[in-house]
């Protein structure tokens, strides 16, 4: 799962590497492969799916089949893993590689389906599931990556007659087998699945303590007076989440994943949007049952733990051993070139801001609940631009069916067709078969739109099928937003910001839809967290194309297209508030990396505190531009596989920009281009060498310039 993306505990530690990890301490004789009995003959993920490319039977798939599948995989996994590491025979590339590769196919199967109903349609049952089995399947991983017996039998495969991308694949087991703790001694690799053991059940507890602080963070309002400001159909769509929560006659407004709230730029209520902030922000530090400072504190000792029992001085620079960036330093110097001038330039909007208030009598200092309220009036003087003038230019379908699929259309050849026909996991979510420029069926692909109490905050995508030429499958992808959804019969409208979303997680889909491997393991978005971003940033530059933008943003009343006035304001405006933004984005990457960089357990503070100490350190003192993740609540680094990673968004962006600035120097939106673009980055997943593979594209380095013009931060 990738990007804005939150993936479960349970997901790292089972299929962190190609879905087929395992290990604790290997018996010398061989388990018999286990086969089904009568009690599992109708559980749907026992078998293939029958439905086109394997797609999830989510009409037959119940709460009950995932226990008796897990139970049945772990051994048949087990099995499978003893029958090649104990292999008599000498180890060969096919005989151990490529029987790695197909093994598990069940628990597979399992595992994936169960973790993304974990993120998008969870419930208490499987919660309970999810944290029984994490440490199980965290000790299932290092039966694998433990295994002496195996370990060596990967070491001792010549290269010598291999094709590229299966030499790239010996490379990758053996590196992951490293980073995994296959070099410890007997006593470390003991103190590793303990560690391991614990990380899963803390990351798991703190997913499932998040979401529900989350659900119950949300404000309650009795009076319709305090949503002035709000629109009509997002006041209906207050009071109908109140009611559905139970309160009927109230509004609710209910909390997104970051610290800041859309909603905040409309309400002219203070009170209201300081008590929303607030909420936002104090959502999982209340002392109750949903705290998740405790188990952070947790989680940070013990990644510390591990990685000085892997040979590391900290987590980081354990973890950016197979990154882009290699070590933390690297991540540490992107982020520093960004922030001074991030600041700068947030301290200059700050005065604006202020300067307004002051110029309307406010009679106040700029707090952080006013920012994006006050930000849009400044943006709105400067560049004569209002939010509500553009909202009815996107409507969510048509942004998603003539905007982002238009494009994929210009640039790749792809075109897309509505399915009603296969079953889904909730009434909200749509499927397309997506077929290619030749006119074959290419992948099938879910949306998944609105938000709701059983779904985990922010926007991703993930695979249900990865594509692989080994197994014979096709992609199966899912998109998961959180936009509220519209009161029957309206439409859902949505800020430029959301249709930025769309396209961004679509970049990410179309980069596991172009997967063109062998090797499940290197197939698609199995790529550094720091080259992950690279496909879906770039793809966001299209939602401002003249050509796309003409195409989809059409009044969703009139039908007529935005007019050129109104575009050419939003250009204007496309650096407007930059330096807010990317503070607000730096801090929370440096955050990040601060906790996961100490070096001793002496460094870590009570929560609170040692964010309060990182923001101060790197310089980040403007209290009005608070990170854009708070700790409490930084899904991506203690829920999901961003630790010591949120920097990824900064490095893939410099790639990005420097690769956009390529192909508007040659043509834009062009078929060649998006040629190009699919055979050197999109089709190649991580069977190359990736920096080889942005040089091969644009025949030079990543150069930091760009961004820092699309930031406005140089000319």
Known sequence: MYIKNISSALLISVLAFNYSCTTMKTPDTQKEIPVPDASLSSNPLMKKSKLQYEAPEFDKIKDEHFKPAFEFGLKQHDADILKIANNPEKATFENTLVALEKSGEVLKRAVIVFSNLTSANTNPALQALDEEYAPIFAAHSDKMYLNENLYQRIKSISENGLDSESKRLLQYYKQNFEIAGANLSAADKEKLKQINQELASLSTQYSNKLLEARKQGGVFFTDVKELDGLSADEIAAAANDAKNAGKPGQYLLTLLNTTQQPLLQNLNNRATREKLFKASWERAEKNDGNDTRET???LAALRLKKAQVLGKKSFSEWKLQDQMAKTPDAAVKL????AIPAVETAKRESKDIQDLIDQQKGGFKLQPWDWNYYAEQVRKAKFDLDESEIKPYFEITTVLEKGVFFAAEKFYGLTFKKRTDLPVYHPDVVTYEVFDHDGKSLAIYYLDFYTRDSKNGGAWMSNFVEQSY???TKPVIVNCYNYQKPATGKPSLIS??????????????IHG?????????LSGTNVPRDFVEFPSQINEHWALDPVVLKNYALHYETKKPIPQSLVDKIKKASTFNQGYMTTELVSAASLDMDWHSVTSETQLLPVLDFEKQSLVKHGFTLATVPPRYHTPYFAHIWGGGYSAGYYAYLWSETLDSDAWEWIEKNG????ENGDRF??????????????????DFTGHDPDIKPLLRNRGFIK
């Open 335 to 338: 982020m520093n070139q960004l």
């Open 496 to 509: 430029f910001d959301d249709v930025e979303t769309i396209f961004h997680e679509f970049g990410h889909s």
């Open 513 to 521: 839809m172009f997967a063109s491997q062998k090797y499940p393991s």
């Open 668 to 671: 834009g939106l062009t078929r």
């Open 470 to 472: 080994l197994l014979g």
């Open 296 to 298: 952070i504190e947790k």
């Open 678 to 695: 699919r055979k050197y980055i999109l089709s190649v997943g991580n069977s190359v060498d990736l920096n080889q593979a942005f040089r």
